[in-house]
């Protein structure tokens, strides 16, 4: 089961290995016969020369990592989905790095990156605080954040791509006030506390400008089944909201079932909006309203500015050139009026 | 923006590459004052040795490559994370590869595969043919297969760790056949093509053995929308199977909403299951049967298999020992009597 190397082309040519690595890497020191020799004996021995070994020689690899939670598989494959077809044009090689409490501690993670050296990285929101960022920047690693908006921080060789939830958020208060409806909540995700944070400032800033305080950030233990159970007990005492924002389909699904259980009709007693759009939305009765979020996109757009980062390109020179925000849009179901 | 290198920790405590490359790789060979001496070199410069670098050093890699079609992600998550969590703590670095149609030809990908001498390759069932796992094979790469059984190959160093499909699908038509039930569909999910080769074979053999021909084998594209569409026509003019296989949660949901919406009911006129089972079943009314397919420890158990097989390891050396069948149990809810 013994592979080929690269000693063992050396040993068949008789030369040296760096001889043998020039001659991989094109190099134009090396002469013609002996050049020939190289090639002779990889291809007597079926040798592949290492790609990553290869990059190394050259002082570039062209790896990249991915860092996301496991929790958010499901969520994030059409982002996944944007990143890989871009980096698959580009020929990375890419290093998929997972998080998940209790297993990985973002510490190892930090310094696996940093060992494997990696050329650039690519982050979800909420994997990462702002020191642990630190850390990554001192080692000078190019990286995109994906997702939402990153603080206005010290930190400079970062990228962000990202959809504006504030504004999204106080946008559709302020529409939902012109129609009276000032009884409001938004249901807690934990899995995107960053977003969670961006929609919450986004509804305040309106209340606040109303005059009025939201007070109706609702927090409960998140998968469907406790949802359920929660919202089940939760409606036997209380009525729902005017209006509910939730951000994963299994919250939305939650309050659409519990509501309609507890006698509720949607969307005349409570409406309801899923931040997070996909295909579950649609199979529901009624359909949930929700937001155009242009998910590959995001994968693709971050991608491509991290390959840019990486040469350096004239094109973002200046920071803010490095902040891409995507637009999105509203789809109206039955679940909203 | 540059990196520190093996490079410049040689030239530091002025001594040869390799002298560093032993150092860091805890050779016994270097004396003790030029290990210090490159040790502080070492911390002087912050330098991290490349944990690729340092595996080719040894001859040994830790890189494992995963395969997967990008289609999947959603689906396969629980498998992904199981995957995941063993490399951790083998401390494998993780290779991601994705399959789409029209990006990546599986050709370009068995390259990229060989090119990187990764370890090991795990791949997902339907990613590969029989003949491109044969090319993998001359590469003598272990390769571990998770999914579905295996046929029997003529190749040697694959293990497979699956569910038997075959034998779920022949039991449950057994007990129809029981309660006098014989019209009975198997709805095509093209994403998991030899997955549902298995079911259909389950479900052919037990017809055969009560003298029936199994006749409905159905296949239309298989999206929600597009099968939601065309079950709503379908249902205009025919009545509905007394029980449907389907595979996915869409093509379940498709069909619990056609055919209520179309005035039957469930499970009086049409019982159904789902074979992979995710939380989405449990959100409709009613909610879907399905079985408990242990999809983390498919994933888990493969790991590991890959790392006894990286090592060759004295519990695997005979062929049937790769061979791991995990069991699967059926939930019964409401589509079911």
């Known amino acids: 089961m013994k592979r080929i190397t690269i000693y063992d082309v050396a040993k068949e040519a008789d ?25 002779e004996a990889i291809e007597k021995l079926g040798y592949k020369p290492n790609a990553i070994a290869q990059g190394l020689a050259l ?12 929790k958010l598989f499901a969520y994030n494959g059409k982002i996944l989905n944007g990143l890989m077809d871009v980096a698959k044009i580009y020929n990375y090689n890419i290093m998929f790095h997972t998080t998940s409490k209790g297993i990985s501690k973002m510490q190892d993670v930090i310094e696996s990156i940093i060992k494997s050296h990696v050329d650039g990285v690519i982050l979800f929101n909420d994997n990462f605080s702002e020191d642990e960022m630190e850390v990554l920047q001192e080692y000078q690693i190019p990286m995109v954040v994906v997702g939402s908006q ?12 990202y959809v504006n939830f504030e504004q999204m958020a106080y946008d559709m208060v302020n529409q939902l006030f012109d129609k009276g409806i000032t009884d409001i909540s ?8 960053s977003m969670m944070a961006q929609l919450r400032s986004g509804i305040e800033k309106a209340f606040t400008k109303k005059g009025l305080e939201f007070k109706k950030y609702i927090s409960y233990d998140d998968t469907y ?3 359920y159970n929660f919202l089940t007990d939760y409606f036997k ?18 309050l ?36 155009n979020i242009p998910e590959y996109d995001m994968g693709a757009v971050s991608m491509r500015l ?9 094109s973002i020179k200046n920071k803010d050139s490095k902040q891409i925000e995507l637009g999105y849009s509203f789809i109206p179901k039955g679940t909203t009026n």
């Open 237 to 254: 005492s209380h009525k729902p909201s005017q209006f509910v924002f939730t951000f994963r389909d299994s919250q939305a699904i939650a």
């Open 150 to 161: 990153l603080a206005e921080t010290g930190i400079d060789n970062v990228g962000n791509v």
């Open 225 to 227: 089944k406790s949802s």
């Open 306 to 314: 991290l390959t840019k980062m990486l040469v350096d390109d004239d």
């Open 256 to 291: 659409l079932n519990t509501c309609q259980e507890a006698g509720y009709k949607i969307p005349d007693d409570c409406q309801m909006v899923c931040i997070l759009n996909n295909k579950y939305l649609s199979m529901t009765r009624p359909n949930i309203s929700t937001f």
């Open 15 to 39: 030369v040296s290995l760096a001889t043998v690595s020039r001659v991989i890497n094109d190099s134009n020191v090396v002469r013609e016969d002996t050049k020939q020799r190289v090639q």
């Open 186 to 193: 938004l249901v807690e995700d934990k899995l995107n506390l």
């Open 59 to 70: 002082s570039k690899t062209t790896t990249v990592s991915i860092v996301m939670s496991e």
